[in-house]
């Protein structure tokens, strides 16, 4: 096994459980690691620290274990996917029978770096970010079928877009196991298609569950807005709430045709819902004052890199800005960004600018983060990528 030898001083983040090694703190490597190979982790002094996927880039190894001890076979893969399981069983999103979508394995929150696992009903759609668990596929999918305990029939391999380009790994998407073609799975009572073939992320943005779940409860009787509304979830949420109408609006074709189906799986020929392909800035320029009292904003990443962030905050402040302009007195706005590099105080200051540029009165009712399912390593505070603030307009 490849040795990796840190820069002096360069151990002490590792110290703290820290999963990431950049490359900027390595002195030198015992040999030539293939990318997604397994290193060892050395301090200057040659003491052991930690175990991982070395990968080509800036962040060099993604630590899977801190033990010398502990190797990194079946066994390993069995025991992390039961601790996950486990997990998700004891905060009750596990064996219940109004809910079987949830994520069981969400990166470095589970202490798997690159490896992204989501189940609808009875599909897993196992998503890898680094060459390591590309790599390791095979494996963490057998090793999946025995923990799930026959609850998973099918494991759909979805990476072709999540894997970083320079590794030349050329990877396919497609069934690892089974291929039911049976896309339909509950959240919370409510039946969404999952287009884990072409959708974005694993198919659904699992991550907003406990916050649609609260957008219900602010709906009835309200006229709502649901921006970028990709499979409509929010929508769908909406229309249960009670709702008088919901308008879902996205610039693709394809996210309006399956935000429809949703509707129509859950609320057939209800014409309280309309939805409209177009672009998410004229529309909101185009509307009439005060035509909603209840609007969502949950556009795609503004800033999938730092390099973005300046853009990104002032495309958060345009977008805010126009919501905070339209939407009727007495309104609720559901404001979110999923940019992980964008901070929460960052967000927040966007909106705040926007509130003021604005000229309305605006009340914080809730700050929101990602649900219990996607947790965020304490050593690992950049885990905590989605913010969200929902706002009462006077």
């Given at each position: 096994?490849?040795k990796?030898?840190?820069?002096p001083?360069?151990?002490e983040s590792?110290k703290?459980?820290h999963?990431?090694v950049?490359?900027?703190a390595?002195?030198r490597i015992?040999g030539?690691?293939?990318?997604?190979?397994?290193?060892?982790?050395?301090t200057?002094?040659?003491?052991?620290?930690a175990?991982?996927?070395?990968?080509?880039?800036?962040i060099?190894?993604r630590?899977?274990?801190?033990?010398?001890?502990?190797?990194i076979?079946?066994?390993?893969?069995?025991?992390?996917?039961?601790t996950a399981?486990?997990?998700?069983r004891?905060?009750g999103?596990?064996?219940?029978?109004?809910n079987?979508?949830?994520?069981?394995v969400?990166?470095?929150g589970d202490?798997?770096?690159?490896?992204?696992?989501?189940?609808y009903?009875?599909?897993a759609?196992m998503?890898?970010?680094?060459?390591?668990?590309?790599?390791?596929?095979m494996q963490?999918?057998?090793?999946?079928?025995?923990?799930?305990?026959?609850?998973?029939?099918?494991?759909?391999?979805?990476?072709?877009t999540?894997l970083?380009?320079?590794?030349?790994?050329?990877?396919e998407?497609?069934?690892?196991?089974?291929?039911s073609t049976d896309?339909?799975?509950?959240?919370?009572?409510?039946n969404?298609?999952i287009?884990w073939?072409k959708?974005?992320?694993?198919?659904?943005?699992v991550?907003q569950?406990?916050?649609?779940?609260?957008?219900?409860?602010?709906?009835h009787g309200?006229?709502?807005l649901?921006?970028?509304?990709?499979?409509?979830?929010?929508?769908v949420?909406?229309?249960?709430?009670?709702?008088?109408?919901?308008?879902?609006?996205?610039?693709?074709?394809?996210?309006?045709?399956l935000?429809?189906?949703?509707?129509?799986l859950n609320?057939?020929?209800?014409?309280?819902?309309?939805?409209?392909?177009?672009?998410a800035?004229?529309f909101?320029?185009?509307m009439d004052?005060?035509?909603?009292d209840?609007?969502v904003?949950?556009?795609?990443?503004?800033?999938?890199?730092?390099d973005?962030?300046r853009?990104?905050?002032?495309?958060?402040r345009?977008?805010?800005?126009?919501?905070?302009?339209?939407?009727?007195?007495?309104g609720i706005l559901?404001?979110?960004?999923?940019?992980?590099?964008?901070?929460?105080e960052?967000f927040r200051?966007?909106?705040?600018?926007?509130?003021?540029?604005?000229?309305?009165?605006?009340?914080?009712l809730h700050?929101?983060?990602?649900?219990?399912?996607?947790?965020?390593n304490?050593?690992h505070?950049?885990g905590?990528?989605?913010?969200?603030?929902?706002l009462?307009v006077?």
């Open positions: 096994m490849h990796v030898y840190l820069k001083g360069k151990e590792l703290r459980f999963p990431w950049f490359s900027g390595i002195a015992n030539k690691p293939e990318e997604g190979e397994i290193v060892e982790v050395y200057s002094k040659k003491d052991f620290i175990r991982g996927h070395f990968q080509i880039g800036s060099a190894v630590v899977l274990t801190f033990r010398e001890d502990e190797t076979d079946n066994s390993f893969w069995r025991r992390k996917l039961a399981r486990e997990m998700r004891s905060i999103l596990i064996g219940r029978t109004d079987n979508t949830y994520r069981l969400h990166g470095e202490n798997l770096p690159g490896l992204v696992i989501d189940i009903a009875r599909t759609v998503q890898a970010h680094s060459a390591g668990m590309h790599m390791e596929r963490i999918a057998e090793a999946l079928t025995e923990v799930m305990q026959g609850e998973v029939d099918n494991i759909y391999y979805k990476s072709e999540t970083p380009y320079k590794a030349d790994l050329f990877p998407n497609g069934f690892l196991k089974g291929g896309n339909v799975a509950t959240e919370y009572g409510l969404f298609h287009d073939l959708g974005q992320k694993t198919g659904f943005f991550d569950r406990e916050n649609r779940a609260l957008l219900e409860k602010y709906a309200r006229t709502v649901n921006m970028f509304c990709y499979t409509g979830g929010f929508s949420y909406a229309m249960r709430g009670g709702a008088l109408s919901v308008h879902s609006v996205d610039s693709s074709a394809k996210a309006i045709e935000t429809n189906k949703n509707i129509g609320f057939p020929d209800d014409p309280r819902h309309k939805a409209f392909a177009e672009d800035f004229k909101l320029e185009q004052d005060n035509a909603y209840l609007i904003l949950d556009p795609p990443a503004f800033a999938k890199h730092r973005a962030l853009n990104a905050l002032m495309g958060y345009k977008l805010n800005a126009r919501a905070f302009g339209k939407i009727k007195p007495g559901f404001t979110f960004s999923c940019s992980q590099a964008v901070s929460k960052q200051t966007a909106v705040f600018t926007a509130a003021a540029m604005s000229g309305r009165s605006v009340r914080i700050q929101l983060t990602q649900p219990a399912d996607h947790p965020v304490i050593y505070p950049e905590e990528y989605l913010k969200g603030l929902v009462y006077e």
